[in-house]
């Protein structure tokens, strides 16, 4: 562990905290979770991504392709498509990202029971 790493994920333009927000926010998780069995054409993963505007697609696909998360293939075809694929670098994610999921899994009733403590208490003040 960095002996200073509260202090670098203090700093807004630490290179580490915009790596993890661009491959931890809400979409990156999702696209990476539909990409895992395999290439996906663009509407293919917006199809499959329930709430992401085509904007908010095409940039994240950028900040993961930037990143080396994901590959972009054209495809020529008539008319040409463009399908995306994780990387090597991107499936070294999985371990990880598997590991969140099933936290999620287990700890979600836990979660659940605290919501609705803190909810019951907003609603007494």
Same mark, same amino acid.
């Given at each position: 562990?960095?002996?200073?790493?509260?202090?670098? +994920?203090? /700093?807004?333009?630490?290179? #580490?905290?915009? &790596?993890?927000?661009?491959?931890?926010?809400?979409?990156?998780? %999702?696209? %990476?979770?539909? &990409? @895992?069995?395999?290439? %996906?054409?663009?509407?293919?993963?917006?199809?499959?991504?329930?709430? /992401?505007?085509?904007?908010?697609?095409?940039?994240? &696909?950028? =900040? &993961?392709?930037?990143?080396?998360? /994901?590959?972009? @293939?054209?495809?020529?075809? #008539?008319?040409?498509?463009?399908?995306?694929?994780?990387?090597? +670098?991107? =499936?070294? +994610?999985?371990?990880?990202?598997?590991?969140?999921?099933?936290?999620?899994? !287990?700890? +979600?009733? !836990?979660? !659940?029971?605290?919501?609705?403590?803190?909810?019951? @208490?907003? /609603?007494?003040?």
């Amino acid at each position: 562990m960095h002996k200073n790493q509260t202090e670098v +994920l203090s /700093v807004a333009d630490c290179p #580490s905290r915009l &790596l993890l927000d661009q491959i931890a926010d809400k979409w990156s998780v %999702l696209i %990476l979770a539909v &990409l @895992r069995k395999g290439p %996906l054409r663009f509407n293919a993963i917006k199809r499959r991504i329930e709430g /992401v505007t085509q904007k908010a697609l095409t940039q994240c &696909l950028r =900040r &993961l392709e930037r990143n080396g998360i /994901v590959e972009r @293939r054209v495809i020529a075809t #008539s008319p040409i498509s463009v399908e995306y694929e994780i990387t090597s +670098l991107g =499936r070294s +994610l999985d371990q990880p990202f598997e590991a969140l999921y099933v936290w999620t899994v !287990e700890y +979600l009733p !836990e979660v !659940e029971r605290a919501r609705a403590r803190y909810d019951e @208490r907003a /609603v007494q003040e």
